[in-house]
């Protein structure tokens, strides 16, 4: 399967035997833009069908994970209510897909891991982040609901006390606190991240398949009891999109002040 032909916006590698590395190729900061979102929705399934695939390795280009959706993004969901809704199912795929994945998926978080590309790491079963790494939901600050992961994954992460403190204050995260509050496995020095995350992903894809796969699916059971609660949530943050919150919102980041809103 040509995977980078239909895929264009990430690169597909082999470090190791049985370990996919898939980069993440955006735009500034690797943003994701409509095709690297609708990209990542979509992947998962096909990589099913690659064979001897037996972990993934996520990472950024440039020494960035992903700053999240782009203003690109932002503006095609703002133009119809097609779009919109077509952004909505990438969005739930984009968080279920690494989750439903049967392979092990591993996460090299370097510089940022913002909004949508904080959703695909977290996504993953081990994120490997660097110790001054910022991690950052964002979604208070352009003013629509912390919705996509951050219903499903922190307050069983973190609990519900921090989840909510970090969350409705879009207070960012160091990978060293995330590591500390339980938000990710392992927080390491910066330059060491790519090193430590593709050895995770070689000791994965060199153990018991069948038994890593069940392993997995049976772990995610905790998360699949809350993807009602998912799903409520992502259709809230999405019905933001056309508020004037979020207008407020897209104007500060443009001009990169802090938000002002009515």
Known sequence: ????????????????????????????LNALG???????ARVWRDLEEVEGVKAILLRGQGGVFSAGGS?????????????LMRV????????????GFPRPVV?????????????????SDVVVAGK???????????????????????????????AKYHLLLNEPLTGEEAE?????ALAVEDEKVYEKALEVATRLAQGPKEALSLTKHALNGWFRTLVPHFEVSLALEFLGFSGKELEE??????????????
């Open 34 to 40: 409509p095709e690297a979102h609708r990209d990542l």
């Open 71 to 83: 203003f690109a993004l932002i503006e095609e969901m703002r133009s119809s209510h097609e779009a």
């Open 132 to 162: 001054k790494a910022r991690l950052l939901d964002g979604h208070l600050r352009l003013g629509v609901a912390a919705g996509d992961h951050a219903v499903l994954l922190w307050p069983l992460l973190v609990g519900m006390a921090k």
């Open 1 to 28: 399967m040509d995977l980078e032909g239909r895929y264009p916006s990430l690169a597909f590698t082999w470090p190791r035997l049985g370990v996919l590395e898939i980069t993440l190729r955006g735009e500034k």
């Open 180 to 184: 500390r509050l339980g938000l990710i």
């Open 107 to 123: 996460a090299a978080v370097e510089g940022v891991a913002v909004g949508a590309g904080l959703a695909l790491a977290l996504a």
């Open 249 to 262: 919102g897209l104007k500060a980041l443009k001009e990169k002040r802090p938000p002002r809103f009515p």
């Open 88 to 99: 909505f199912w990438e969005a739930r795929e984009l968080v279920l897909g690494p989750l």
